[in-house]
């Protein structure tokens, strides 16, 4: 049942609704000046012919994808995620079959390198605990290029580790911008008899706050007199074409490629 039901505390579907439902509006609530930032950068990249990259591991990917290239979202988008070593890099594909491959040193500085922004580009960097070497490595060298850095995390996650990084900052210390996705430590939302939980929930709310900073951004582009450069569904007619001819102002830029 749902709040206030007899079955309140028992695991179940309603009761993840019921909690998930209350996150989102949490992250709605807790991020309205982060999104009107984030937002304000958005624009101001796509508006000087910028690109917008989005880069994290592990189930951030997901998060990724709802800022690179979808359907409703931004053209001028590229993915930047393990595989670009092989796809674009010169490295052999068993290297992705290391587990510990995002934790080895000079990997950010390798897929920084890959991705060759432009000056005016804009980095997204999705971490729930923001204190991994490679998540920290890569915002690091973003800000030190003088790029913007919107980062995508859980406050309660990162303020309740350790940082690993050698420098001993956090990806939310760096950013310009950060969107707290509201996700409980450990991100799993409901709690087991054995101390532990299931159901992340972080993947939602981030992909709300994406989605709330698009939606901000196109806003700030039509008011200003700016065209907005985003993707129609290439299963609609038309769609396709329309987004390839969009795709070239981009060449070589953009990618979709990553894992």
Same mark, same amino acid.
């Given at each position: =049942?749902?709040?206030?039901?007899?079955?309140?505390?028992?695991?179940?579907?309603?009761?993840?609704?019921?909690?998930?439902?209350?996150?989102?509006?949490?992250? #709605?609530?807790?991020?309205?000046?982060? @999104?009107?930032?984030?937002?304000?950068?958005?624009?101001?990249?796509?508006?000087?012919?910028? @690109?917008? *990259?989005?880069?994290?591991?592990?189930?951030?990917?997901?998060?990724?994808?709802?800022?690179?290239?979808?359907?409703?979202?931004? #053209? /001028?988008?590229?993915?930047?995620?393990?595989?670009? %070593? !092989?796809?674009?890099?010169?490295?052999?594909?068993?290297? $992705?079959?290391?587990?510990? %491959?995002?934790?080895?040193?000079?990997?950010?500085?390798? $897929?920084?390198?890959?991705?060759?922004?432009?000056?005016?580009?804009?980095? !997204?960097?999705?971490?729930?605990?923001?204190?991994?070497?490679? #998540?920290?490595? =890569?915002?690091?060298?973003?800000?030190?290029?003088? *790029?913007? $850095?919107?980062? %995508?995390?859980?406050?309660? *996650?990162?303020?309740?580790?350790?940082?690993?990084? /050698?420098? +001993?900052?956090?990806?939310?210390?760096?950013?310009?911008?950060? %969107?707290?996705?509201?996700? /409980?430590?450990?991100?799993?939302?409901? /709690?087991?008899?054995?101390?532990?939980?299931?159901?992340?929930?972080?993947?939602?709310?981030?992909? =709300?706050? !994406?989605?709330?900073?698009?939606?901000?951004? !196109?806003?700030? $582009? @039509?008011?200003?007199?700016?065209?907005?450069? @985003?993707?129609?569904?290439?299963?609609?007619?038309?769609?396709?074409?329309?987004?390839?001819?969009?795709?070239?102002?981009?060449?070589?830029?953009?990618?979709?490629? +990553?894992?």
């Amino acid at each position: =049942m749902g709040a206030g039901g007899k079955d309140e505390g028992r695991i179940s579907a309603a009761r993840f609704a019921d909690e998930g439902r209350a996150a989102v509006e949490r992250a #709605i609530a807790a991020n309205k000046e982060s @999104v009107a930032a984030a937002a304000r950068l958005f624009a101001d990249c796509v508006a000087a012919d910028g @690109v917008i *990259h989005g880069f994290g591991t592990g189930h951030s990917q997901a998060t990724v994808l709802e800022v690179v290239g979808r359907a409703g979202g931004y #053209i /001028p988008t590229n993915r930047i995620g393990l595989a670009d %070593l !092989v796809l674009r890099g010169d490295e052999d594909r068993a290297t $992705l079959a290391d587990p510990l %491959l995002e934790r080895t040193p000079g990997l950010a500085k390798r $897929l920084y390198e890959l991705a060759a922004p432009r000056p005016q580009d804009l980095f !997204v960097i999705v971490s729930n605990s923001g204190v991994n070497n490679s #998540i920290v490595d =890569m915002a690091l060298l973003v800000k030190e290029a003088g *790029h913007p $850095l919107v980062a %995508l995390t859980s406050l309660t *996650h990162t303020n309740s580790v350790p940082a690993l990084h /050698p420098s +001993g900052r956090r990806l939310a210390e760096i950013a310009d911008a950060v %969107l707290d996705n509201c996700a /409980p430590s450990g991100d799993a939302l409901l /709690p087991l008899p054995d101390g532990n939980a299931l159901c992340g929930v972080s993947t939602i709310t981030s992909a =709300m706050l !994406v989605q709330m900073v698009v939606a901000e951004s !196109v806003g700030l $582009l @039509v008011a200003e007199g700016h065209e907005a450069p @985003v993707y129609v569904s290439a299963n609609l007619p038309g769609g396709h074409e329309r987004n390839t001819v969009l795709e070239e102002r981009y060449a070589g830029r953009i990618h979709r490629g +990553g894992f």
